[in-house]
């Protein structure tokens, strides 16, 4: 398998998300630490989703950490619910359920996982949107490292979204 150099945020990310690119954008399989990357205010995930009629979300962990004995089911329930609100209809979400903070264990999880949603024939058009690294983030760590691993093997397209934690939205 040959490498695919990872695509800069400027360009090719809006070429890609508005259907510009040489290769029609037909899928994404993307990936986040936690809901919130999705669900915040002027979310840059939730924008550069929009631009693809299809799209595999990866939630690795959720934003609580809660109890292991809680209903995991209503915190998915409250997930999907609160995604059905930005109005993105090819969008579908997968709750990994992996503890939060993210354990640097976690890799070999999120690479099986990612795998399923990309699938074993991977067809052109479909990206991989993953948040821009953070190398003081032990969790954005893990998923870098993942997503590494899933562009490198199928050979496809690595989009990043900025994550703005910090940041004040209005």
């Known amino acids: 398998m040959v490498a695919v150099p990872e695509m800069p945020?400027?360009?090719p990310v809006a070429g890609a998300a508005t259907g510009g690119s040489a290769v029609p954008a037909s899928r994404a399989v993307a990936v986040t630490v936690t809901p919130m990357e999705?669900?915040?205010?002027?979310?840059?995930?939730a924008e550069l989703i929009s631009g693809f009629p299809q799209v595999e979300l990866l939630v690795a962990a959720d934003?609580?950490?809660?109890?292991?004995?809680d209903d995991g089911d209503q915190v998915g329930e409250e997930l999907r619910a609160s995604a059905g609100r930005l109005e993105l209809p090819g969008l579908a979400l997968h709750r990994l359920g992996l503890p939060n903070?993210?354990?640097a264990t976690a890799e070999g999880d999120l690479v099986a996982a990612m795998?399923?949603?990309v699938g074993f024939d991977p067809e052109p058009g479909l990206y991989c949107l993953a948040p821009a690294p953070a190398p003081a983030d032990p969790a954005?760590?893990?998923?870098?490292?993942?997503?590494?691993?899933?562009?490198?093997?199928?050979?496809i397209p690595l989009l990043r979204y900025r994550c703005l934690e910090l940041a004040v939205v209005n």
């Open 63 to 69: 934003d609580s950490q809660s109890d292991p004995e």
């Open 38 to 45: 999705l669900l915040r205010p002027e979310s840059h995930l």
């Open 115 to 117: 795998s399923e949603l």
């Open 101 to 103: 903070p993210l354990p």
């Open 9 to 11: 945020v400027s360009e």
């Open 140 to 155: 954005r760590v893990v998923v870098e490292r993942s997503v590494q691993r899933i562009a490198r093997v199928y050979g």
